[in-house]
């Protein structure tokens, strides 16, 4: 245990045998203010620790001083022998093959769905990791009780001040132990063999980075969506996937991660597979909807999709070597301080010029996507209901098109 010096104060516990880990995780810098993290592995969940930037808030469960400690850690220690044994576990050799990275902000509401998508999964070797990303409601209090809940399972919580979706994310798979990542925001869902369907890709794969399925939207908007295929040249305009996708941790590693300098938030998973595309990994799609993805009007992404010009302008500049010149050139105007300001294009002039050039550039590289990139803008524009009337319209004149 190291104590505080100077002011700063980084503690940092752990106690370990042949069936228990009691693990402190100690965020760096910029993760300013309180952290907190818990975790319930399949021996029972018996961990806790507290680390600070100043005072303590509470005490360890293990006990800090001599003969206290030595007696807590042999108690605590056959406990976890003895659970560990009925649920014939050894957690010291082992390390999940996926982690499942749950950053919530102010959803605690939603997170016992999404926990109990993942504990029905078909395959077991996962760990999940809940970062409470500074929330102000009860998210918390819930993910205790859910680790709690489910006490042989490998969960942990992690809470840090607010930092951001990509942040968040970042984090958690920074301490994350599996070979495999996936993103469960804390409103969605996965069907019980998500995991085992995308796993099996990667296994067999070595040369697929990252795994998306179809998607069954829920709430505002229910029905089923598909992204298509795998395609760079697609991936290049639209993505076809949503962030609930199986990638590999080598892959995010070897990128940098979760881009989180994008403005306005709501983009930046598809700036990530952007990312592993560039760097040479192929993606791959499983044709079944694995996926329930919250549909509402209030969302990031809903937001985000206000500013989708602006954000497209950043991506392409985050990306050069996947686009052209000239799109490069658009980019740099639309994100030039005279066309715009803090995220946003600086006048409705600035914005007709701007969808013009776009709409002008992706003439030239495809001309079959010019109507989609002129009907974007006022799609972005209605409702998650709407939107769905509108995508239920769109294929209906598809069907009509193909009898005719």
Aim: charged share 20%; hydrophobic share 40%.
């Amino acid at each position: 245990m190291h104590t505080p010096g100077n002011g700063q104060m980084r503690m940092a516990l752990a106690y370990r045998n042949n069936h228990q880990k009691f693990v402190c995780l100690d965020i760096p810098e910029p993760c300013a203010g309180a952290l907190i993290v818990r975790q319930a592995s399949l021996a029972g969940g018996l961990g806790a620790c507290y680390a600070h930037s100043g005072e303590r808030e509470g005490r360890s469960p293990l006990a800090s001083t001599g003969a206290e400690c030595h007696a807590t850690r042999t108690r605590q220690a056959r406990q976890a022998i003895a659970i560990s044994k009925n649920n014939n576990v050894d957690e010291e050799h082992t390390n999940p093959s996926i982690s499942v990275i749950i950053p919530c902000y102010n959803h605690g509401r939603y997170l016992p769905e999404a926990v109990a998508s993942v504990v029905a999964q078909t395959v077991g070797d996962w760990e999940l990791i809940i970062v409470d990303d500074g929330s102000t409601d009860d998210s918390a209090a819930v993910a205790e009780q859910l680790i709690a809940r489910y006490p042989h399972y490998r969960m942990r919580l992690m809470r840090q001040a607010n930092q951001g979706l990509s942040a968040s994310r970042n984090n958690g798979i920074r301490h994350a132990r599996g070979c495999y990542i996936l993103p469960l925001d804390a409103d969605d869902q996965i069907e019980p063999d998500m995991l085992a369907a995308t796993l099996a890709v990667l296994e067999r794969r070595p040369e697929v980075g990252f795994v998306y399925t179809d998607v069954r939207m829920f709430g505002e908007e229910n029905r089923i969506w598909s992204g298509g295929p795998y395609s760079l040249d697609m991936l290049r305009f639209d993505c076809p996937m949503v962030p609930i996708t199986l990638f590999r941790k080598q892959a995010w590693a070897a990128t940098g991660g979760f881009c989180s300098n994008l403005f306005p938030q709501g983009y930046e998973d598809w700036d990530f597979w952007l990312s592993l595309a560039a760097s040479g990994w192929q993606g791959d799609h499983i044709v079944r909807p694995l996926v329930r993805y919250r549909r509402s009007n209030g969302s990031m992404l809903a937001k985000a999709r206000l500013h989708d010009l602006e954000l497209r302008a950043q991506i392409v500049l985050n990306h050069p070597s996947l686009y052209t010149a000239g799109l490069r050139a658009w980019a740099q105007r639309v994100c030039s301080p005279a066309w715009s300001a803090n995220g946003s294009l600086r006048s409705a002039g600035r914005w007709w010029l701007a969808l013009a050039g776009y709409a002008t550039q992706v003439a030239r590289i495809n001309p079959r996507r010019l109507p989609k990139t002129l009907a974007r803008p006022l799609f972005c524009r209605l409702s998650a209901r709407q939107q769905g009337y509108a995508r239920q319209l769109a294929q209906m004149l598809r069907l009509t098109q193909q009898l005719q």
